[in-house]
């Protein structure tokens, strides 16, 4: 059987964000440790989404999705 995750978000804490973010980030939640659980959960394929405390920057994400 074939899995892919359809939404998965990373991020590092320290990356600039929007004013009053609806969502406060206090940890990482990097590529590496997304790509661990992939691996670990045998999921082939993923769909990344940009991370609305960040506004407009997209920069580590296109960065990890290269």
């Keep these: 059987m074939l899995y892919v995750d359809s939404h998965a978000h990373?991020?590092?804490?320290?990356?600039?964000?929007?004013d009053n973010p609806r969502h406060p980030l206090s940890y990482d939640f990097s590529i590496e440790q997304y790509l661990d659980i992939l691996k670990a959960n045998d999921v082939e394929?993923?769909?990344i989404a940009a991370a609305s405390p960040f506004g407009d920057y997209n920069d580590y994400?296109?960065?990890?999705?290269?």
């Excluded at 990373?10 to 929007?18: A, E, F, G, S």
């Design 10 to 18: 990373i991020w590092l804490q320290d990356l600039p964000k929007v």
């Design 45 to 47: 394929y993923a769909v």
């Design 61 to 66: 994400t296109l960065d990890a999705i290269r």
